[in-house]
């Protein structure tokens, strides 16, 4: 069964203490991996886009990587703005299907 | 990326009652989705809207719930039919925009009494 975990569920930083966030997969085949920020009463804002084993992507503060079975989204010296649920999803191969993870709520404190 | 907006914002309804929800985008898209995501839990998808064809249901979900229509390539809308408390749930409306990427409207916070 395809499936996505996300760990922690719940993650307190302080101003600048770097951590990083983990979403494991279990998927028949991978199409891509995402990685969406969603703001409480908002939708989920796109992140980044990933397809193969070694790729990376940055924006600002945050880098994400992939491997065969999992990404992690790094987060280098977070701003209380960072603090955000951040959510994974794999496409499965040959659909346009998305399968989420429930998400890790990141709190960021000043 | 894509803008797209969602209409009711939120609503509370009666148990029995249906609301229909709608999605509009700011340019034409091929494939609109919609998702629900419960209380704590993630973003699960209920169906794929092509324009010009039968909306594709997954498991779970069925079109005498949550019929949906797709009358041109800017919007689309979704019916919660025969409401129930169980349907409580934000609904959310996403567009492919891109290769693979999609794009989510605000959502639209249901509660049912």
């Known amino acids: 069964e395809d499936q996505v975990t996300q760990s922690p569920e719940a993650l307190r930083l302080q101003e600048g203490e770097s951590s990083s966030l983990n979403c494991s997969y279990t998927?028949?085949?991978?199409?891509?991996l995402f990685w969406y920020r969603q703001d409480p009463g908002k939708g989920p804002e796109f992140l980044f886009t990933l397809y193969s084993a070694g790729e990376e992507k940055e924006k600002e503060r945050l880098k994400a990587t992939l491997t065969k079975k999992e990404s992690f989204l790094h987060i280098t010296a977070p701003k209380p703005e960072d603090s955000a649920t951040y959510l994974c999803?794999?496409?499965?191969?040959?659909?346009?299907?998305?399968?989420f993870g429930t998400g890790t709520r990141l709190k960021v404190l000043a | 990326s894509a803008v797209i907006s969602q209409k009711p914002s939120r609503d509370i309804c009666q148990r029995g009652t249906s609301l229909t929800i709608q999605c509009q985008v700011d340019?034409?898209?091929?494939?609109m989705f919609w998702y629900r995501q419960q209380p704590g839990q993630s973003l699960t998808l209920i169906a794929t809207?092509?324009?010009?064809?039968?909306?594709?249901?997954e498991s779970g979900f069925v079109i005498d719930k949550f019929p949906i229509s797709r009358p041109n390539l800017t919007f689309s809308t979704l019916t919660v039919s025969n409401m129930s408390p169980e349907d409580s749930s934000i609904y959310l409306c996403?567009?492919?925009?891109?290769?693979?990427?999609?794009?989510f409207g605000p959502g639209t916070r249901l509660t049912v009494l």
């Open positions: 999803a794999v496409q499965v191969s040959g659909t346009y299907k998305y399968i």
């Open positions: 998927v028949s085949g991978l199409r891509g």
């Open positions: 809207a092509n324009q010009g064809s039968e909306a594709t249901y």
């Open positions: 340019s034409q898209v091929t494939m």
């Open positions: 996403s567009v492919l925009a891109g290769v693979d990427e999609q794009f």
